[in-house]
């Protein structure tokens, strides 16, 4: 079952913060998070395993509440570079090594 | 360096003609997996396979087939490709260790677009 993500898309100037959330309706194993640039594959952001985790690529950070089954993507600070469409994917606790695709956000950074 | 490598980049067959794409990987990943991700959408998983067990997505239209020859090869086989069928064909691999779950990343190859004329 696809994730939901939101927002669809988001504008930021070069400098400026935003998040980005994931939400399933099932119980998850682990949160990824990928980006995806313009005609190119989906490029590894980071994993998350455990309720509360948080980790960090760069200005870029995750959470994942497992008791929820929500994740948030933090983009700090956002650089050009992060201009994109941000994945979150999922793996259901009952369906192991099965990375579902939510529908993606959009990130445009502009000068 | 390791990697995954999809063949052809750019594929054009005609309606109804079969088509197969290929992959490859040099990671020795154990799970290999076919997206299909058209215009503005999420990939959308078709199946994948976990060393040589093959797993298909419920949805995944019967005219979508998968051989994984040995862990280094999958391919891809659309036996009569329709108008529809025109996206981007993502490979990705991972290494997933037993039923604990996936909790390595998904390496993605650069994908294959297909056009049907």
């Known amino acids: 079952q696809q994730p939901v993500q939101s927002p669809q898309a988001v504008i930021l100037r070069e400098g400026e913060d935003a998040v980005i959330n994931c939400s399933s309706s099932?119980?998850?194993?682990?949160v990824h998070w990928y980006r995806q640039k313009h005609g190119e594959a989906p490029v590894f952001l980071m994993i998350?395993?455990?309720?509360?985790e948080q980790k960090g690529h760069d200005k870029i950070s995750a959470s994942f509440n497992e008791k929820k089954q929500q994740s948030s993507l933090y983009l700090t600070a956002s650089q050009l570079s992060y201009s994109g469409t941000y994945f979150c994917?999922?793996?259901?606790?009952?369906?192991?090594?099965?990375?579902?695709f939510g529908a993606g956000t959009q990130v445009v950074v502009t000068p | 360096d390791a990697m995954v490598i999809q063949n052809p980049r750019y594929q054009v067959t005609q309606f109804g003609k079969p088509v197969t794409l290929s992959c490859s990987q040099t990671?020795?990943?154990?799970?290999m997996y076919w997206y299909q991700q058209k215009s503005s959408q999420a990939p959308k998983l078709l199946f994948h396979?976990?060393?040589?067990?093959?797993?298909n997505e419920a949805d995944t239209p019967d005219n979508f087939q998968s051989r994984r020859p040995n862990t280094s090869f999958c391919f891809l086989d659309i036996r009569s490709p329709g108008l529809g069928d025109a996206a981007m064909y993502l490979c990705?691999?991972?290494?997933?260790?037993?039923?604990?779950?996936?909790?390595?990343?998904?390496?993605f190859g650069n994908g294959t677009r297909l056009t049907v004329t």
């Open positions: 990671l020795n990943h154990n799970v």
């Open positions: 396979y976990y060393d040589k067990d093959f797993n």
């Open positions: 990705a691999t991972s290494r997933v260790g037993g039923r604990t779950g996936s909790n390595s990343p998904l390496h």
């Open positions: 099932k119980a998850l194993y682990s």
């Open positions: 994917g999922t793996v259901g606790s009952d369906s192991w090594g099965k990375l579902q």
């Open positions: 998350l395993l455990k309720g509360g």
